[in-house]
């Protein structure tokens, strides 16, 4: 139920209770529908709706003040009207009061949260915007959270504190994923009635540091590579609008530059689950829950796993926190990945041929198994580095000069004049939809610590049948 208003019989006879409540609709849609109750005793009509009202009054889990952040530029630059028209209208129904941000700059949502004063007395936080708007909204209230508990936000090896603030996505970007993967569609409509019911979904977190200096964190994917390169080659075409992914996705594929490096990880020991498996994370997860609680139990145990190393030459380095599901990619870049099991799924695309490559990315679009080709590897991590060739150790490098001495030289020529066509021997990481400003990373996974109004993907009945109450 989303709230309950009475209404006077034209007739003077009794009285009508309007419900407003939450109905299931095609492909996780949800909608806002009314029902009518009359009665000719008004006393007895009164009761129902003074008893409706107190129990949503008392339920602690709906949010009664939220802080809204709105984008104006992300995607086609619809964030206001949509929250105007679709979002803000659905809250004043569900007697929800806002307060209202429309960001002026870029990080004027992340400097806000982590200066605002009385941040305790809003139940939530809403972002209206891509997965760009939405890294702002984490970095600010992370940062925020930590220095809040007293720990330091720098520091790669420090725990961090989990926020209390759940945080609601109105999509309103370009790729929106983050709520496509929490939600299973991008409507603002069914993200609004989320926050309404007071929806929760733990989400891990990772954390990017650069020789232990703090970069940044990442909910979604950690692109190097094709993925690094494609949103490098369409922040120059923001003004396409979300098609710029496409026609800079068609650029890089043609492109097809690989790049050199080594990456070392630590396997995910002693939890349930792995990147090939057919189960997907949805509602309730019960993967999440129990590697969720095993990590908060036993820290010291995965300390005992062994770091392995794999050199190479990648078209693609994905570290993938969730699986990554947008709508160009309705099961994502990691099917299988879970929204708040501590792990990230580290995908590594060999070099191969342009026709090959070709047919992993396909397989992103049909329910063939992507990683089921000879030069795609996959691992379940906690923890990983990457390190690209040229700016390895001293030693490693020694050992490549021995090996390949010219080609090293030729490639520092290269580098200082891009105009011979020569493949360039650096990508850049794609964290979330923002450049990182270096390229050696230490990425880690904290487990479960933002909080979404979301419930994460509802498993569908076996026929979804409209119809049948039942089913739905
Ligand atoms: C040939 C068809 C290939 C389809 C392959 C689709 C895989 C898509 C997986 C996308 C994962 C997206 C992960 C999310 C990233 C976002 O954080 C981030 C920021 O989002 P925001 O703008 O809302 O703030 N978005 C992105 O980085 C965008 C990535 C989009 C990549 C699109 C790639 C299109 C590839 C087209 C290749 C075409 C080859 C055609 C050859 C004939
Ligand atoms: N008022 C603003 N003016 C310009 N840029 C902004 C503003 N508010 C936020 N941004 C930035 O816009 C970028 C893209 O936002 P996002 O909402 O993710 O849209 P998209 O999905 O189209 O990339 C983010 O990096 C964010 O920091
Ligand atoms: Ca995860």
Known sequence: IISVREEEEENGSGQRDDVLYVERSRQYRWRCAEVTFACSDEAVCQHWVNNIRELLATNTS???????YINPYGGKRQGKRIYEQKVAPLFTLAGISTSVIVTEYANHARDHLRTAAEL???????????????????????????IDCGV?????????????LRIGIIPAGSTDCICFATVGTND????????????????????VHHNNMFLRYSVSLLGYGFYGDVLTDSERKRWMGPARYDFSGLKMFLTHHCYEGTVSYLPA??????????????????????????LSERTEKYEMDEWRTIRGKFLAINAASMSCACPRSPKGLSPAAHLADGTIDLILVRKCSRFNFLRHLLRHTSKDDQFDLTFIEVHRVRRFRFTPRHCQSDSDLELDLQENGKRQIFSQICKDHPACGCAPAYSSWNCDGEILTHTAIDVRVHCQLIKLFARGIEELPVFEDLTNPCAI
């Open 188 to 207: 603002p409509v069914t993200s609004a009635l989320h926050i309404i019911v007071g929806d929760s979904q733990a989400l891990d977190v990772s954390s």
């Open 62 to 68: 709906r949010p009664k003040h939220l802080l809204v």
């Open 152 to 164: 330091d936000p720098n520091c790669p090896e420090e725990a961090l504190s989990p926020c209390s």
């Open 120 to 146: 305790e007395k809003f139940d939530g936080v809403v972002c209206v915007g891509g997965d760009g708007m939405f890294s702002e909204i984490i970095h600010g209230l992370i940062w925020r959270t930590q």
């Open 269 to 294: 020991g002693g939890i349930i689950g792995t990147p090939r498996d057919a189960t997907k994370c949805r509602s309730g997860c019960v993967i999440c829950q129990h590697n969720g609680q095993l």
